[in-house]
């Protein structure tokens, strides 16, 4: 395998070949041969990167990493949306507006989509361990902070400073892809991805619990809530600390000891910019990733309140039904992912793009659903259908990202990531910010905004593989893989030969014809597919 | 895994609380303007929430009563938001349906109807309690059956909400030991991941 410079755009996802399917648990080609003189406790490839995910282990670097980082990102999201579940108590305490509590929702995930486009050059320069314990380290003061605070310019503020703490997902990401091989990291950053995600259902039930307990040791509300935040906190504090301690790097050391080898040239950052900006497709995702992940988000900041509200329940039963909402990350994410690989395994990319369709429709159906219910067992019911389908499809859409670009898959993965938080402040601005209409009412526009933002992935077409209406080309040059990849660079970076990772990724996609890939000839260097 | 068990956990609770939650109530317009209520309280300023006190008392209003007070057995004063502190906050929003309605959220006092004159009660003294918010409020009392029904009223305040309203002021929830907490606990946050950093930076160096 070969080391790719650590520093370019798009390393974070470096090894992503597109032939895996997204989500094996171990790497059984034989071209990549495993190290027998390393002594890890897992095998490993010539880069010393796990070759095989085994989830229940802590074994130093792998495994251990993979639970410190995917630990870190999930507290970041405990503390970005700590305050949601405790707003019906906050709004009181600040004498809030619904246009001060939106405006908060809508600040609390702004921050990250800088932040997060940041945090790949600060974990190119610093390493994702140092870029990891920073950030969660230096946010720390934010959470503390919300115990300060007096009045509704105060609450969007530190609402606003710790969303920037979501940039943990770059580090997370990163960190993985310097620890797992390539055949396996779908799986692997699926998983972290998801599990991080679920902190935004475990502080619903979290915050509540936390509230209630204070409050029987003779704490008034206004107070209580205040001192709920510090648990948030220090998990930020503990988290940094274990990280510095326990944390790596690299599988054999840290970033002090990288090096990069001389003979791969180095791709220029504008060119690989301009290659993701005027693709498309590239747009497509990022709309329809911010209404998959960005309604989950937006969600996760009102659902507590709807229930509150709209039932007449206490804090704790509201909470408990909201953490559902976010919790299903734990097996509708991966899910979303897997159907997606199973699909493509008979019928290549077009049934990915299905797939990814209808998860999300599905998932605008049952919102609309649950904002229009009038009973809490029917209003229960269609937010967990809402919940299992969004999450899938932004499990799906990381199914098909790999496949858009070769030449700027980072910067491709990281403007649809921005877009899920576009999408979140955007939501909550529309349809959770006025007086104008009730919550309830706004879940249903957002259910068919959904929808109707899911149209365009109908469009995304594929000379190569086809898209969801149309089959591939007819063109005998443009229906190869070779084409479409090759055709990010201009003809003189191909007369010098820098194309050649992506004409070595392009054979490797051609599973994503189905299985007309079984009549197309072979061509003798390629290794046999393994799924 | 988590997720399904949570999901039976949800279900079951909610079918507990279906059960406690009130669909059908009494319409606020059904009801007549009986009793009638005086609140006084420090005149100028905002009430301290914790503090200052609220002293209350009703009585009936005999000739709009006549003999409907026959099935008054329970009185309940509430604390109730006046309109500017109802915009623009759908929690605390006026609907006609009692069973709905968001107005009245703290119980001042509540006591038996006296069931032979005089049909009056208080005077109540009450002081405002730290989990009043700051904002704007009059003062209601609702006459119950024994169903628990509402059955008649009295208000501070005009029908359209406007005189003889007053202000609390809640208590701000900061307290000094927090702020301090929060202090501690941020430099310390600061200070030890600068110290790692330039620690092993130093070890670093020294050992090239």
């Known amino acids: 395998m070969d080391i790719e410079g650590a520093g370019e755009p798009g390393s974070s996802m470096h090894g992503v070949t597109g032939r895996e399917s997204t989500f094996a648990f171990s790497v059984h080609s034989p071209a990549v041969p495993t190290d027998a003189t390393a002594k890890f406790s897992l095998p490993v490839d010539s880069e010393h990167k796990a070759k095989v995910f085994k989830l229940f282990s802590f074994g130093n670097p792998h495994m251990r990493t993979f639970h410190l980082s995917w630990i870190s990102f999930f507290t970041t999201f405990v503390s970005t949306f700590a305050a949601a579940p405790l707003v019906p108590i906050i709004r009181d305490n600040l004498n809030l507006t619904k246009a001060d509590i939106g405006n908060a929702g809508i600040a609390s995930v702004s921050g990250s989509i800088f932040s997060r486009l940041v945090m790949g050059a600060v974990c190119d320069l610093i390493g994702p361990r140092y870029g990891c314990a920073f950030l969660v380290m230096f946010s720390a003061p934010t959470v503390f902070c919300m115990s300060l605070i007096s009045d509704a310019a105060g609450f969007i503020t530190v609402r606003f400073m710790i969303g920037f703490s979501l940039a943990t997902f770059v580090s997370c990401q990163y960190w993985m892809s310097t620890m797992f091989n390539g055949k396996i990291i779908g799986l692997v950053n699926g998983t972290a991805a998801g599990w991080g995600n679920m902190g935004g259902g475990a502080t619903q039930l979290l915050m509540p619990l936390l509230y209630d307990i204070i409050r029987k040791f003779g704490s008034t509300p206004f107070i209580a809530w205040r001192i ?94 909201a953490a559902c909402f976010g919790m299903s990350n734990l097996v509708a994410r991966p899910a979303g992912g897997l159907l997606s690989d199973i699909g493509a395994r008979r019928f290549g990319m077009r049934a990915r793009l299905w797939n990814l369709w209808i998860l999300q429709t599905l998932g605008g159906a049952f919102c609309v659903w649950l904002g229009r219910s009038e009973s809490l067992p029917i209003s229960v019911f269609a937010m967990i259908g809402f919940s299992l389908f969004a999450q899938a499809a932004c499990g799906a859409t990381f199914g098909v990202i790999p496949f858009v670009s070769r030449r700027s898959l980072g910067i491709i993965s990281g403007l649809t990531g921005a877009g899920g938080n576009f999408g979140a402040g955007l939501t909550q601005l529309l349809f959770f910010t006025s007086s104008k209409h009730s919550t309830g009412t706004g879940l249903s526009l957002m259910g068919v905004m959904i929808m109707a933002c899911t149209l365009p992935v109908t469009v995304v077409h594929f000379p190569q593989w086809g898209s969801m209406f149309f089959g591939p080309s007819k063109d005998v040059e443009k229906s190869t893989e070779e084409f479409y990849y090759g055709s990010e660079w201009s003809a003189d970076e191909r007369e010098k030969g820098l194309h050649q990772m992506s004409l070595r990724f392009a054979e490797n996609s051609r599973s994503e014809r189905g299985r007309r890939v079984m009549s197309a000839p072979t061509p003798p260097n390629v290794t046999p597919t393994h799924v | 895994m988590g997720s399904p068990s949570l999901i039976l956990t949800a279900l079951s609770l909610l079918l507990c609380c279906s059960s406690a939650v009130a669909a059908e109530g009494v319409l606020f317009s059904s009801l007549k303007p009986t009793l009638s209520i005086t609140a006084s309280f420090k005149k100028g300023q905002a009430l301290v929430a914790g503090e200052d006190t609220i002293t209350v008392s009703w009585s009936l209003n005999q000739t709009l009563a006549g003999n409907t007070d026959a099935s008054y ?98 208590i701000s929830g900061r307290h000094a030991s927090i702020d301090i907490a929060a202090a501690c606990f941020s430099a310390f946050s600061v200070v030890s991941l600068t110290g790692f950093f330039v620690a092993e930076k130093r070890r670093r160096t020294s050992s090239k």
């Not at chain 1, 054999?252 to 005027?278: M, P, R």
């Not at chain 2, 605390?92 to 119980?107: E, I, S, V, Y």
């Not at chain 2, 006092?109 to 009043?132: H, L, N, Q």
Request: one cysteine or more; a positive charge.
């Open chain 2, 73 to 170: 057995k329970t009185v309940k004063v509430k604390l109730c938001y006046a309109p500017v502190s109802q915009t623009d906050r759908g929690w605390r929003k006026t609907k006609d349906n009692l069973g709905k309605d968001k107005t009245c959220q703290f119980t001042i006092t509540t006591g038996p109807y006296p069931a032979k004159a005089p049909k009056s009660g208080g005077p109540f003294t009450w002081t405002v309690e730290r989990d009043i918010p700051t904002a704007t409020y009059f003062v209601r009392a609702y006459a119950f059956d024994a169903s628990g029904k509402e059955v008649a009223y009295g208000q501070t305040t005009d029908t359209e909400k406007s005189t003889n309203l007053f202000e609390v002021k809640g």
């Open chain 1, 228 to 321: 709920a935040f510090f648990i948030p906190g220090c998990m930020h504090i503990v988290m940094g600390i274990l990280v510095l301690t326990l944390g790596q790097d690299l599988p054999d050391g840290n970033v002090g000891a990288l090096h990069k080898k001389g003979d791969v040239a180095k791709d220029k950052f504008s060119k690989i910019l301009w290659n993701a900006v005027t693709n498309y497709r590239t747009w497509v995702f990022v709309l329809l990733y911010g209404y998959s992940m960005g309604v989950e988000l937006t969600t996760d900041n009102v659902i507590a309140e709807y229930f509150y509200d709209r039932f007449d329940l206490n804090l704790r039963t509201s909470g408990i039904i």
